[in-house]
Structure formats: C-alpha cells, structure tokens
C-alpha cells in the first residue's frame, strides 16, 4: 500500500492515508488519458453553429445589372459570396461532435489520470471540512490553509506569490468528495478556483486539468475501491 499525505483543517500534516499500490504503482498509458479527455470534451460540443448560405441570406432577389453592355462582370444577385453581405461559402453547418467511448473505458481512463496524478505527488488527502452548515466563506478559509499546507498552489498564475484572499489569480484545485459530503460541494462550487468533483462520478477533464487533487478520507475509499476492482 501506498501512502498519501492527511492534512487538517488548519492545513497542517495530520498524517498518512493508504492507496492502492495497483493504483500507486501502474504503468500510466498517456494515450489512453488523451482517448477519454477527447471524447469527454468532443460529447460537451453542442455543435449549433451554422452560417446562412446565399439561399438563406435576405434580399438579392434583383438582378444588380444587366447581363450584358455594361463593361461589368456578369452578376446574378447582390447575396452572391464575393458581394459584401452575401452567402457564406462551405461555412460551418450543425452537426454532432459526440465521439462515442464504453463506459469501462472511461474509468479506466480516469483511473489511469488519478494514478498520474498520484505519482507526480500532486494528491492530498483531507479528513472533511466538518461544517455546521453550508458556508462558502468557511469553507474558502479551510479549503486555503489545506493547499497552502500542502504547496499546491506556490504562486499564481502571473509567477507572483499569492495574496491572502485571492481568487482570480488561483490555479484550480479540483476537490472530491464522497455522494455523502453534498454540505461540503455546496460550500465550494461558489469559489472559482475549486472545482467540486463528486467520488461517484469525476469527469476526466475535472480530474486531470488542475494544479492538484484534494481528496476526503471517505472519497479516498470509494476511489480506492471502484478503481483496484478495474484494474
């Protein structure tokens, strides 16, 4: 078994936690990652865009001139391409970008970005953030000492060190957490640099686009759980 560092709320080291050497230990197949992080954002593609062609463009319907006698080049209508406010020519038409992937294939995909994030020392593992009700100011202030506790964010995205309530400048952090921890995700979802992620369903794109991970004990055991029977 493989060991994770437990941080408290007061964003000191409270610890070690336990992970799946399966997990710890895999072999990382990057072509896999990129498959599942393609199709994930492919199938978010509305694909609505459309331009109107010199059939749909209003007005053209006169003929600009006649066809001969004037020293002009030939024109049948005003909404013609090379005529300003005319068609568009092959422009962009709606269609589906939805590129199929099974659903094993994803999460062992998702296994596979959680395992990367794992051997590059990029996962941190909180015991909850124990709050009497939903609060995104305690939370921002729990949430903040436990990345600063564990130097995921060292500077900000201007390669400036980050000032005490800063929140534009930020690197995301994506936190997961057990279905049972809904208190806990409202709290976070209001503060832009937190990506709330739920252990039951983590999309790849969430999982791997970050800065780190911040895992509560009880999502470290479902993960650990669901991702040591695929692999």
């Given at each position: 078994m493989a060991s994770l560092k437990v941080?408290?709320?007061t964003g000191s080291a409270a610890g070690d936690a336990q992970i799946?050497?399966?997990i710890a230990s895999l072999k990382v197949n990057e072509n896999l990652i990129w498959e599942v992080i393609k199709a994930e954002q492919a199938n978010q593609r509305q694909g609505?865009?459309?331009t109107k062609t010199k059939a749909e463009v209003s007005g053209g319907g006169k003929k600009p001139w006649k066809q001969k006698g004037t020293g002009n080049a030939r024109q049948g209508s005003t909404r013609s391409p090379q005529w300003r406010h005319g068609g568009i020519v092959f422009g962009p038409l709606p269609r589906s970008y939805r590129d199929s992937i099974s659903r094993q294939k994803k999460q062992v995909g998702v296994a596979h970005i959680?395992?990367?994030k794992v051997q590059d020392k990029q996962v941190v593992v909180y015991d909850g953030l124990n709050l009497d009700?939903?609060?995104t100011k305690a939370a921002f202030q729990t949430i903040s000492k436990i990345t600063e506790g564990a130097k995921l964010q060292t500077e900000g995205r201007a390669k400036k060190k980050l000032r005490k309530n800063s929140n534009a400048a930020r690197h995301s952090i994506a936190v997961i957490m057990a279905s049972t921890e809904g208190k806990d995700a409202k709290s976070l979802r209001n503060i832009p640099w937190v990506k709330p992620v739920s252990a039951a369903r983590i999309p790849a794109t969430s999982?791997?686009?970050n800065a780190g991970l911040v895992v509560s004990k009880a999502a470290l055991a479902e993960?650990?759980?669901k991702f040591s029977a695929l692999l």
């Open positions: 941080y408290s709320n799946s050497d399966k609505t865009h459309k959680l395992a990367k009700k939903a609060s999982l791997f686009y993960l650990d759980k």
